[in-house]
């Protein structure tokens, strides 16, 4: 199958996938804690019956069992090295109950079924949140999809996903072994966000640029919960978006888990979500033939809407979505973040040291940039390893997207590949070596590019000749598949003392740019006033004109105010959308002195301006959260404190030892300033400003230095000890990211943890409880095919007359499931187990 044939077939009907395939074939008799694929392979039947079924039922695209048939997954069982017979035979197998369901229905003979080569996550978490590399990850992909093409699918898809980057590593994996369309699905929770948080806008506008035939959204919640979802991504969708919803919630009947929505009300809420934008439909956990039935005969009259034209420029983090809007708000790409000029950052970066980048990033965010430059073209260093490092550090920092700056491809590359969102490329000029690189990679990337219209030649002798450069490079990006929607030009600004025309050349690109090539302009402000007396005036100046014009941004530093506020202020009296607001509130949070200051305070290039950020900045409002030891109120003098909120692991040893120099106690450190930071962190996970890996961030960092005080603890206070919790993952279920994170931030309030692992049996969850005289049993499940175990450990310990409390807790667990089977508590997050825990102990 090719694109043009996937794109036909999502033209011509509603297109339907199949159904469940882990809950059906544990009807069938699958036991839990076996590895799926092996068990399939050894009772092919029930899978070929199964499939075969869903074929009779309608379904368009049948998901090969391949699901978690990668590498990793399959070490897991002592069967890595059969992945490539495994794959192939699995495959072989959907296929033959295509071939069966044909000769049983003989009018299924001239229609095409497809079969698409399933693919999830791998269970382990990728740096820098866990050990994982990408590329590695990209490896361990790019593996079974070789064995899946081999096999003939037709198609891939990756489902079931919860971290965008994952999700990036897979299409970049499919693109570099196979030409096949990819499918791409995520799980979002009820607040819209998946568990690393991304939402459905950022997700659709990420996936589709980097090549996603289908973006939507399966699992997790039935199909009323996923309505805002699927809405949000068609809204921005530029391709067909998929919904494969569970069959509602999981309820406990007579001792089993079951699904509340039958075959009848399911199809017509899943109708609702085609009326909602899906084109792509099917069913999943606790989804039957039966559901894909009645799902085929309530959509087969509509014609799918595939009027996709969003015309939205867009870049990205892997939480938030920035909109360039040629009619909206002026936006700042902060200049900083460039060692040089800047000694200081130069002496950092030759250290291997990134504090004053993050510094840097931090001032900017808080001061009002949109998007960040990021250059790190300097003598003595790694040019491409301090990107990347860069790169992978800011991703965690902060949330504003990135504008990767070089002047080397190779570079620009290494950075784009890796980082977990949408960036924009600063620069794609006319110079051979950038022009016939750069554009493929923007393309394969899914970037958004800055044109800078120059040529090998140099700078254009006119306006004629710029006008030109820009159509050359344009028509370029278009013949590799790029619209205008992702191009942002460079008005490219010359010397008003060398040249007289120079603003007026620069304002006439910015409106032919706009008004004739619909495309969106940036520039750099500092070269328009080199060489004159009192630049800021000439600078605002230019750019208010310049705004007028049409610009769309800016490379600045947002901390100068005269220029920022006249921004703002141009924003206002052009009567754009909150511009009253938004000048308001800058104006009356940094009351501005104009003095007649040098060039180094008035410079506005990207590449300029000598000042440095101090590296103990405002956390972006938890700046003030600081914890003074003496009395345990806030303050901001504990880095600490601030180590823990940033996540700053690579530091905060050496500020835990100082610290401890200065006279400080272990204990005080704990209670006033480890404890402290954990509340907040986790304050700020309540209020979805920060996400999953924010909060693992911060609490590796706080176990970091708990692991290194714990001695001095336990020789000061030995009798101190707040509990002795028993967790695990229940039997039958391989996850633990949720598990572990559960763990980590009870350790880290000063818990005995004693941490079981994945697919732990009930005898052995009591039997530890009972040998560590265990005062909670804490129990994780992520399938609702295991849920069940859950059960059983409550039981067994009520009969054992354990002293122990049960709290559980899992995507797919709710407060009304753990009434049901009577545990003492449900928790919804790590942070909500730490409250549950000191709740149900009284400390």
Same mark, same amino acid.
């Given at each position: 199958?090719?694109?043009?044939?996937?794109?036909?077939?999502?033209?011509?009907?509603?297109? #339907?996938?199949?159904?469940?395939?882990?809950?059906?074939?544990?009807?069938?008799?699958?036991?839990?804690?076996?590895?799926? @694929?092996?068990?399939?392979?050894?009772?092919?039947?029930?899978?070929?019956?199964?499939? &075969?079924?869903?074929?009779?039922?309608?379904?368009?695209?049948?998901?090969?069992?391949?699901?978690?048939?990668?590498?990793?997954?399959?070490?897991?069982?002592?069967?890595?090295?059969?992945?490539?017979? /495994?794959?192939?035979?699995?495959?072989?197998?959907?296929?033959?109950?295509?071939?069966?369901?044909? @000769? @049983?229905?003989?009018?299924?003979?001239?229609?095409?079924?497809?079969?698409?080569?399933?693919?999830?996550?791998?269970?382990?978490?990728?740096?820098?949140?866990?050990?994982?590399?990408?590329?590695?990850?990209?490896?361990?992909?790019?593996?079974?999809?070789?064995?899946?093409?081999?096999?003939?699918?037709?198609?891939?898809?990756?489902?079931?996903?919860?971290?965008?980057?994952?999700?990036?590593?897979?299409?970049?994996?499919?693109?570099?072994?196979?030409?096949?369309?990819?499918?791409?699905?995520?799980?979002?929770?009820?607040?819209?966000?998946?568990?690393?948080?991304?939402?459905?806008?950022?997700?659709?506008?990420?996936?589709?640029?980097?090549?996603?035939?289908?973006?939507?959204?399966?699992?997790?919640?039935?199909?009323?919960?996923?309505?805002?979802?699927?809405?949000?991504?068609?809204?921005?969708?530029?391709?067909?978006?998929?919904?494969?919803?569970?069959?509602?919630?999981?309820?406990?009947?007579?001792?089993?888990?079951?699904?509340?929505?039958?075959?009848?009300?399911?199809?017509?809420?899943?109708?609702? #979500?085609?009326?909602?934008?899906?084109?792509?439909?099917?069913?999943?956990?606790?989804?039957?033939?039966?559901?894909?039935?009645?799902?085929?005969?309530?959509?087969?009259?509509?014609?799918?809407?595939?009027?996709?034209?969003?015309?939205?420029?867009?870049?990205?983090?892997?939480?938030?979505?920035?909109?360039?809007?040629?009619?909206?708000?002026?936006?700042?790409?902060?200049?900083?973040?460039?060692?040089?000029?800047?000694?200081?950052?130069?002496?950092?970066?030759?250290?291997?040291?990134?504090?004053?980048?993050?510094?840097?990033? @931090?001032?900017?965010?808080?001061?009002?940039?949109?998007?960040?430059?990021?250059?790190?073209?300097?003598?003595?260093?790694?040019?491409?390893?301090?990107?990347?490092?860069?790169?992978?550090?800011?991703?965690?920092?902060?949330?504003?997207?990135?504008?990767?700056?070089?002047?080397?491809?190779?570079?620009?590359?290494?950075?784009?590949?890796?980082?977990?969102?949408?960036?924009?490329?600063?620069?794609?000029?006319?110079?051979?070596?950038?022009?016939?690189?750069?554009?493929?990679?923007?393309? &394969?990337?899914?970037?958004?590019?800055?044109?800078?219209?120059?040529?090998?030649?140099?700078?254009? &002798?006119?306006? !004629?000749?710029?006008?030109?450069?820009?159509?050359?490079?344009?028509?370029?990006?278009?013949?590799?598949?790029?619209?205008?929607?992702?191009?942002?030009?460079?008005?490219?600004?010359?010397?008003?003392?060398?040249?007289?025309?120079?603003?007026?050349?620069?304002?006439?690109?910015?409106?032919?740019?706009?008004?004739?090539?619909?495309?969106?302009?940036?520039?750099?402000?500092?070269?328009?006033?080199?060489?004159?007396?009192?630049?800021?005036?000439?600078?605002?100046?230019?750019?208010?004109?310049?705004?007028?014009?049409?610009?769309?941004?800016?490379?600045?530093?947002?901390?100068?105010?005269?220029?920022?506020?006249?921004?703002?202020?141009?924003?206002?009296?052009?009567?754009?959308?909150?511009?009253?607001?938004?000048?308001?509130?800058?104006?009356?949070?940094?009351?501005?002195?104009?003095?007649?200051?040098?060039?180094?305070?008035?410079?506005?290039?990207?590449?300029?301006?000598?000042?440095?950020?101090?590296?103990?900045?405002?956390?972006?409002?938890?700046?003030?959260?600081?914890?003074?030891?003496?009395?345990?109120?806030?303050?901001?003098?504990?880095?600490?404190?601030?180590?823990?909120?940033?996540?700053?692991?690579?530091?905060?040893? !050496?500020?835990?030892?100082?610290?401890?120099?200065?006279?400080?106690?272990?204990?005080?450190?704990?209670?006033?300033?480890?404890?402290?930071?954990?509340?907040?962190?986790?304050?700020?996970?309540?209020?979805?400003?920060?996400?999953?890996?924010?909060?693992?961030?911060?609490?590796?960092?706080?176990?970091?230095?708990?692991?290194?005080?714990?001695? /001095?603890?336990?020789?000061?206070?030995?009798?101190?000890?707040?509990?002795?919790?028993?967790?695990?993952?229940?039997?039958?279920?391989?996850?633990?990211?949720?598990?572990?994170?559960?763990?980590?931030?009870?350790?880290?309030?000063?818990?005995?943890?004693?941490?079981?692992?994945?697919?732990?049996?009930?005898?052995?969850?009591?039997?530890?409880?009972?040998?560590?005289?265990?005062?909670?049993?804490?129990?994780?499940?992520?399938?609702?095919?295991?849920?069940?175990? /859950?059960?059983?450990?409550?039981?067994?310990?009520?009969?054992?007359?354990?002293?122990?409390?049960?709290?559980?807790?899992?995507?797919?667990?709710?407060?009304?499931?753990?009434?049901?089977?009577?545990?003492?508590?449900?928790?919804?997050?790590?942070?909500?187990?730490?409250?549950?825990?000191?709740?149900?102990?009284?400390?």
């Amino acid at each position: 199958m090719n694109h043009k044939e996937f794109k036909d077939l999502c033209k011509s009907k509603i297109v #339907l996938l199949d159904g469940a395939t882990g809950s059906n074939l544990q009807e069938a008799g699958m036991p839990t804690g076996v590895c799926p @694929e092996d068990w399939i392979l050894k009772n092919p039947d029930a899978l070929v019956r199964l499939q &075969k079924e869903y074929v009779l039922a309608g379904t368009d695209i049948l998901y090969s069992p391949t699901f978690t048939a990668n590498r990793i997954k399959l070490e897991e069982y002592g069967l890595a090295d059969k992945m490539e017979q /495994m794959n192939a035979e699995l495959i072989g197998l959907s296929r033959e109950a295509i071939q069966l369901a044909k @000769e @049983e229905k003989p009018e299924l003979k001239c229609k095409k079924i497809y079969v698409a080569g399933d693919l999830t996550m791998t269970g382990e978490q990728l740096y820098p949140i866990g050990k994982l590399m990408f590329e590695d990850l990209v490896e361990v992909y790019k593996e079974q999809i070789r064995y899946m093409a081999a096999a003939g699918v037709d198609l891939l898809v990756v489902e079931t996903m919860m971290s965008l980057q994952e999700c990036r590593a897979a299409l970049i994996a499919a693109k570099e072994t196979c030409d096949l369309p990819v499918m791409v699905t995520m799980t979002f929770n009820e607040d819209g966000h998946t568990m690393y948080g991304t939402d459905a806008r950022t997700a659709v506008t990420v996936l589709q640029s980097l090549g996603a035939a289908a973006v939507g959204v399966n699992c997790s919640t039935g199909p009323d919960q996923m309505r805002d979802v699927v809405m949000t991504m068609r809204r921005y969708a530029s391709v067909p978006i998929i919904a494969k919803p569970n069959a509602g919630l999981p309820i406990l009947i007579d001792g089993e888990t079951v699904f509340n929505l039958g075959p009848q009300e399911f199809a017509l809420q899943v109708k609702g #979500l085609v009326m909602d934008g899906a084109t792509i439909v099917g069913g999943c956990c606790g989804t039957t033939p039966e559901h894909i039935r009645e799902l085929a005969n309530g959509v087969k009259e509509i014609t799918p809407n595939l009027s996709y034209n969003p015309k939205v420029r867009q870049v990205t983090t892997e939480r938030k979505t920035v909109e360039i809007d040629l009619n909206g708000k002026f936006l700042i790409v902060g200049e900083r973040i460039n060692p040089t000029g800047k000694k200081n950052l130069q002496a950092e970066l030759k250290e291997g040291k990134l504090d004053l980048v993050v510094s840097m990033a @931090e001032e900017q965010e808080e001061n009002g940039a949109s998007i960040l430059d990021v250059n790190m073209g300097m003598n003595g260093i790694d040019e491409k390893e301090t990107m990347i490092s860069v790169v992978y550090e800011l991703s965690q920092a902060v949330n504003l997207p990135l504008c990767i700056d070089s002047s080397h491809v190779d570079v620009i590359e290494a950075a784009l590949r890796i980082y977990p969102g949408r960036a924009l490329i600063n620069s794609i000029s006319l110079e051979k070596e950038k022009f016939e690189k750069l554009i493929p990679i923007a393309k &394969k990337y899914g970037a958004m590019f800055i044109l800078l219209p120059l040529s090998d030649k140099g700078l254009p &002798k006119n306006i !004629d000749e710029k006008k030109q450069i820009i159509h050359t490079i344009t028509e370029a990006a278009y013949a590799q598949g790029l619209t205008k929607e992702d191009i942002v030009v460079d008005g490219l600004v010359n010397t008003i003392g060398a040249n007289k025309l120079a603003a007026i050349e620069t304002l006439e690109t910015i409106r032919y740019c706009k008004e004739e090539l619909e495309l969106a302009t940036i520039v750099g402000l500092s070269n328009i006033s080199f060489g004159l007396p009192e630049r800021q005036f000439v600078n605002s100046t230019f750019l208010a004109l310049a705004i007028h014009e049409g610009l769309t941004m800016a490379i600045a530093n947002p901390s100068q105010d005269l220029l920022v506020n006249t921004a703002f202020a141009t924003d206002l009296l052009c009567n754009k959308e909150e511009s009253d607001l938004r000048y308001i509130n800058r104006v009356t949070s940094r009351p501005m002195t104009i003095t007649s200051g040098s060039a180094n305070n008035t410079n506005m290039g990207k590449s300029e301006g000598n000042s440095t950020a101090s590296a103990n900045v405002s956390t972006g409002g938890t700046g003030k959260q600081r914890t003074d030891s003496s009395n345990g109120q806030a303050t901001n003098d504990s880095v600490i404190y601030t180590d823990v909120i940033k996540g700053n692991r690579k530091n905060i040893l !050496d500020h835990v030892k100082e610290t401890l120099a200065a006279g400080e106690e272990p204990a005080t450190i704990v209670d006033t300033m480890l404890i402290p930071a954990i509340n907040e962190v986790g304050n700020l996970f309540d209020k979805q400003i920060y996400f999953l890996p924010q909060l693992i961030g911060s609490a590796e960092t706080m176990k970091t230095a708990i692991d290194y005080l714990e001695p /001095m603890l336990q020789s000061n206070q030995s009798d101190k000890k707040l509990g002795t919790i028993v967790i695990a993952t229940v039997e039958g279920d391989i996850h633990d990211i949720g598990k572990n994170l559960v763990a980590l931030m009870l350790k880290n309030y000063g818990y005995d943890v004693i941490d079981l692992g994945k697919d732990v049996s009930c005898t052995k969850i009591i039997e530890t409880a009972k040998e560590k005289d265990a005062d909670i049993i804490a129990l994780s499940a992520l399938m609702t095919t295991t849920m069940l175990e /859950m059960k059983k450990v409550v039981s067994a310990n009520r009969k054992a007359g354990l002293k122990a409390k049960v709290i559980i807790g899992g995507a797919v667990i709710t407060q009304s499931y753990a009434d049901e089977i009577e545990a003492d508590g449900y928790s919804t997050d790590a942070q909500d187990a730490v409250r549950l825990v000191k709740r149900l102990m009284a400390v």
